[in-house]
């Protein structure tokens, strides 16, 4: 079993995994911008595969994190069955 991660904001109450929709609102309203932050800090590809991207978007969330000196920002974790 694999699991996939997820960069949120302590501070939004939205399961984004679940509740995509309400917690993108609750993250742009708040003005994190965390999608578009992950974004620019993550360097995924086309050319690699679905579990080497997901390996980026963790490496990439962790970096936010290490230098999150306002420790606004965590990480949520995902189990996912590979089918």
Same mark, same amino acid.
């Given at each position: 079993?694999?699991? *996939? #991660?997820? $960069? !949120?904001?302590? &501070? =939004? ?7 995509? !929709?309400?917690?993108? $609102?609750? &993250?742009? @309203? *708040?003005?994190?911008?965390? #999608?578009?932050? $992950?974004?620019? %800090?993550?360097?995924?590809? &086309?050319? $690699?595969? &679905?579990? @080497? /991207? /997901?390996? @980026? %978007?963790?490496?990439? +969330?962790?970096? +936010? +994190? *290490?230098?999150?000196?306002? =420790? !606004?920002?965590? *990480?949520?974790?995902? =189990?996912?069955? =590979?089918?």
């Amino acid at each position: 079993m694999a699991s *996939k #991660c997820a $960069l !949120t904001t302590v &501070d =939004n109450p939205y399961n984004p995994f679940e509740q995509f !929709t309400s917690w993108f $609102l609750f &993250d742009e @309203e *708040k003005g994190y911008h965390s #999608c578009a932050y $992950l974004g620019r %800090i993550a360097r995924t590809s &086309d050319q $690699l595969s &679905d579990e @080497e /991207n /997901n390996q @980026e %978007i963790e490496r990439a +969330i962790d970096e +936010i +994190i *290490k230098y999150d000196f306002t =420790n !606004t920002y965590r *990480k949520v974790k995902e =189990n996912v069955v =590979n089918a």
